[in-house]
């Protein structure tokens, strides 16, 4: 199968909305396998500084156990986290901007976001756009990268840990995602992994603005010391684990458990409770009918946290040329 190399994969629409009258398809079937796609060509082979890295962000989240750690305003900045890192990271730049091209904004602003994106820890754009669009364009189908059609760990997580020949076979960055390493300043992170000092560099930030506000509040060293490492441990290792696994749950979840507004031809849901907890991204089964759409939620009651931030960049005029859903009149800007 062709691809094109410096655009955007057309991974195609095709949906067929379902009917009131019309059975809730079941295709394709939960009992259908896909083989492993790690182990298709050769023995599976563990990538073990990625699982290294998982391991140690999750051990060292579980400080969060421990009452020293804990603050309020550690929490707050959990809270904030999540949706500045994972929604306007992940979901708005590097899904619906960078992978869809669902919008646009000013350059400034998308790489803005697609710092966050970074601080993320899900890798850089270029990769985690290259793994999107293969797996549109044969989800749940080899060779899809992450499909729980394989078993619903790989789907979660251990795609990420175990090389997996369906991304490295495809040469995944330079076919799938040309356009965004066209831009020097995706292109220059993307060399030798640049984009991972973003994260030392930010949890240091995160420490350093909490130990200016427990200097403040307490003028004593220890005081500081304290509030620094509960901001790090909520407002960056709690939060990285967090957008992590509500991330993968889009990849494992939604591809399993729900509801279908369209027959697409895979097993991708609406699963509410993943679209509530990403802010959007759970509502799967419409992102599959309608991929270029930068609203997911196709129902009223689909409620799209993520579309309604994109709505406001664009009434402050900082989105334009919004994506509507096919069929539904555009709306006047
Ligand atoms: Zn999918
Ligand atoms: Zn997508």
Not at 43 to 66: D, E, G, M
Not at 147 to 176: C, K, M, Q
């Amino acid at each position: 199968m062709t691809q094109p190399t410096n655009a955007p994969p057309a991974v195609g629409n095709a949906r067929t909305p379902i009917g009131d009258g019309d059975a809730v398809p079941t295709t394709p079937d939960h009992a259908r396998r896909l083989d492993h796609p790690a182990t298709v060509d050769s023995p599976k082979k563990i990538r073990w500084n990625v699982a290294a890295s998982i391991a140690a962000i999750h051990a060292a989240a579980l400080a969060a156990c421990f009452p020293w750690f804990f603050s309020w305003s550690g929490v707050i900045v959990f809270v904030l986290g999540v949706y500045c890192f994972g929604t306007l990271g992940i979901n708005l730049c590097y899904h619906r901007l960078l992978t869809h091209r669902g919008f646009k904004t000013p350059r400034w602003l998308e790489h803005s976001f697609a710092v966050l994106g970074m601080c993320s820890l899900e890798g850089s754009p270029a990769s985690w756009v290259a793994a999107h669009r293969m797996h549109h364009q044969h989800a749940d189908v080899q060779p899809d990268p992450h499909s729980p059609l394989v078993d619903f760990f790989w789907s979660h997580i251990s795609w990420l840990v175990v090389e997996n020949h369906a991304l490295t076979a495809a040469s995944g960055i330079p076919r799938y995602a040309r356009d965004v390493c066209r831009d020097p300043f995706y292109f220059r992170l993307e060399r030798r992994n640049r984009w991972l000092l973003l994260y030392p560099i930010h949890a240091a930030l995160f420490f350093l603005a909490g130990a200016a506000l427990g200097w403040v509040l307490t003028s004593t060293a220890i005081g500081a010391v304290q509030l620094g490492l509960s901001w790090v441990v909520w407002g960056v290792l709690v939060r990285t684990v967090v957008v992590w696994h509500i991330t993968w749950s889009v990849n494992s979840f939604t591809h399993l458990f729900g509801y279908r507004n369209y027959n697409t031809g895979e097993n991708s849901r609406n699963n509410w409770i993943v679209a509530l907890l990403s802010n959007g991204e759970g509502w799967h089964n419409n992102h599959h009918a309608d991929q270029r759409s930068a609203s997911h939620g196709h129902k009223w009651w689909e409620l799209d946290v993520t579309y309604l931030t994109i709505l406001a960049l664009r009434a402050v005029g900082l989105a334009k040329e919004v994506v509507q859903p096919q069929g539904r009149t555009p709306r006047k800007i």
